[in-house]
């Protein structure tokens, strides 16, 4: 589990590609003061495991449906990479619950500043846009941040200069492709909600099974 604060912005050394995987290796330091083979780490906001870890950073297998999902795959040796190591039992709960298990992505449409904020507007597929609300929790690209504005296109966030700052998100503009995760709690609550789906009976409907499923 993770926080969405952002420890490093590291630098990818090199890319491995297979046929519908690939393996990155990625320059920090910061975060290798105890980092371990095995040891998770969120890559601009996805949960990969470290394979090897080195004087000057780690490496990570990426699998085919994470490069699907998330921006992954457009990495290019010399990209920066927000980090940030699994929280720790002991450490402040600064910002939400993330999990590092990308939703899917979307893409800048707007960049405008505001005195001393920088508001993004970035579009989204209807399926992650229903889990978005407004004041409601966002990772973007592993960042936590809150959502400030919504249509039935897009959603606004407004990022302070220290986040800005000190993550990849400064460097981003109109048309660049960013990593989402919306908030777990929407998603479990959607799914136990959801009514039970009950199998027909093999002999057909009958006024029974009719009114136990609310007929």
Not at 49 to 66: L, Y
Not at 81 to 109: K, P, Q, Y
Request: proline share 3%; charged share 20%; hydrophobic share 40%.
């Amino acid at each position: 589990m993770f926080t969405g604060l952002i420890e490093e912005v590291g630098i990818l050394r090199a890319v491995r590609r297979g046929a519908h995987s690939s393996v990155l290796s990625i320059g920090t330091r910061a975060i290798l003061d105890d980092l371990k083979v095995g040891d998770s780490v969120a890559v601009n906001g996805v949960c990969l495991t470290a394979t090897t870890v080195d004087a000057g950073g780690f490496t990570a297998d990426v699998m085919h449906e994470t490069l699907r999902r998330s921006s992954l795959s457009a990495l290019a040796p010399g990209s920066p990479v927000n980090l940030e190591r699994a929280m720790a039992a002991d450490g402040r709960f600064g910002g939400h619950i993330v999990s590092g298990h990308i939703d899917g992505t979307g893409a800048i449409t707007a960049k405008r500043r505001d005195d001393n904020a920088v508001w993004y507007t970035v579009a989204a597929s209807p399926s992650l846009l229903r889990y978005i609300v407004e004041k409601g929790s966002i990772a973007i690209d592993g960042i936590s941040l809150t959502v400030a504005e919504i249509t039935e296109r897009d959603f606004s966030v407004s990022v302070i200069p220290h986040t800005a700052a000190v993550t990849i998100l400064g460097g981003k503009g109109t048309g660049d492709v960013v990593n989402l995760e919306t908030d777990i709690i929407g998603k479990y609550v959607e799914k136990l909600l959801r009514p039970r789906e009950e199998p027909a009976p093999a002999g057909g409907l009958t006024l029974e099974f009719l009114a136990q499923n609310g007929f």
